[in-house]
C-alpha cells in the first residue's frame, strides 16, 4: 500500500493511559511528513529528468541510425556510381575500339584501292610511253623514206638536167 504525505499528515492516534507524549507523536509525524514530501518531490523530479534523459537518449539512438542508413546509403550509390562508370568507361573503350578497328580496316581498303590505281597509271604510262615510241619509230620510218625519195628525186632532176643540156 502507497502512504502519501498527506496520509501521514491526516493519521491521527487514539489516546491511552501510558501512551506516547501527543505532542513528540504529533512532532514527528510533523518531520516525517515534511520528509516525506521532500522525498516525493524529489522522486518526482528524478522521474521527469529519466523521461527526459529516456526521450534524449531515444532520439540520439534514432539520429544514429538515421545517420547509419544515410551513411549506408551514400556508400551504396557510392559503389553503384563507381560500378555505372567502370561500365561506361568500359563501353567508351569498347565502342572507341571497334571505331578504330572500322577507321584501320576503312584506311587499308583506301591504301589497297590507292596502290591499284597507282599500278594502273603505271600500266597505262607503259602502255602510253610504248605507243608513243611506236608512233614516233612509225615516223622516223616514214621521214627516212621521205628522204630517200628525195634523193631519188634529186637524181630525177639531175638526170633531166642533163637530158634537156643535151638538147
Not at 589497297?112 to 600500266?123: F, G, N, P, Y
Request: charged share 35%.
Amino acid at each position: 500500500m502507497k502512504i502519501s504525505p498527506l496520509d501521514i499528515q491526516q493519521q491521527k492516534f487514539q489516546r491511552a493511559l501510558r501512551g506516547y507524549d501527543m505532542r513528540d507523536v504529533d512532532s514527528f509525524m510533523e518531520l516525517i511528513y515534511n520528509e516525506f514530501e521532500d522525498l516525493n518531490k524529489e522522486n518526482d523530479a528524478l522521474k521527469m529528468a529519466l523521461r527526459e534523459k529516456t526521450n534524449l537518449s531515444d532520439e540520439l539512438l534514432e539520429r544514429e541510425k538515421t545517420l547509419k542508413e544515410t551513411m549506408m546509403t551514400a556508400q551504396q550509390v557510392t559503389e553503384d556510381m563507381k560500378l555505372n562508370a567502370r561500365k561506361e568507361g568500359e563501353l567508351i573503350v569498347s565502342q572507341a575500339e571497334v571505331q578504330a578497328e572500322s577507321l584501320i580496316n576503312t584506311a587499308h581498303s583506301r591504301l589497297a584501292s590507292l596502290l591499284d590505281d597507282i599500278t594502273e597509271v603505271k600500266r597505262q604510262r607503259a602502255q602510253f610511253i610504248a605507243s608513243m615510241k611506236g608512233l614516233v619509230n612509225t615516223h622516223s620510218k616514214m621521214l627516212e623514206v621521205d628522204e630517200g625519195e628525195d634523193d631519188g628525186f634529186k637524181e630525177a632532176e639531175e638526170k633531166l638536167k642533163f637530158l634537156r643540156k643535151g638538147k
